[in-house]
């Protein structure tokens, strides 16, 4: 599982944000996610709950996240249109000569904390 590695990461970069914004606690951390990176949202946040616990100041922060839907445009005939499973055909003209437009993401998208 790569979520706990996500969340490692995650913690360390709201904990920079926290120290630089002179930030006492931090009260949530939204995340958006990509769903090309098949994360499991329940699984972050179980993860979230156990790791806060190692930094101060997050004692009572919670994980918020939006999923964003993976994005596919067909590089022959340009129609754009959403995969859910991992096939990269475009509907339109049957073509495997797609790209990627959007469903990679992963970062963070708001903090919320009290000085």
């Given at each position: 599982?790569?979520?706990?590695?996500?969340?490692?990461?995650?913690?360390?970069?709201?904990?920079?944000?926290?120290?630089?914004?002179?930030?006492?606690?931090?009260?949530e951390v939204k995340?958006?996610?990509?769903?090309?990176?098949?994360?499991?949202?329940?699984?972050?946040?179980?993860?979230?709950?156990?790791?806060?616990?190692?930094?101060?100041?997050?004692?009572?922060a919670v994980l918020?996240?939006?999923?964003?839907?993976?994005?596919?445009?067909?590089?022959?005939?340009?129609?754009?249109?959403?995969?859910?499973?991992?096939?990269?055909?475009?509907?339109?003209?049957?073509?495997?000569?797609?790209?990627?437009?959007?469903?990679?993401?992963?970062?963070?998208?708001?903090?919320?904390?009290?000085?």
């Amino acid at each position: 599982m790569h979520e706990g590695a996500i969340i490692h990461s995650l913690l360390e970069i709201a904990k920079d944000i926290k120290v630089k914004e002179n930030l006492k606690e931090i009260t949530e951390v939204k995340i958006v996610v990509g769903k090309f990176h098949q994360i499991v949202e329940e699984v972050m946040i179980t993860n979230f709950k156990y790791m806060k616990i190692d930094y101060e100041g997050f004692e009572n922060a919670v994980l918020t996240m939006t999923e964003k839907d993976v994005n596919v445009r067909c590089k022959d005939c340009r129609h754009e249109f959403t995969i859910d499973e991992p096939i990269f055909m475009c509907p339109k003209c049957n073509s495997f000569e797609t790209e990627l437009i959007s469903g990679k993401e992963l970062y963070i998208e708001t903090m919320e904390g009290i000085q």
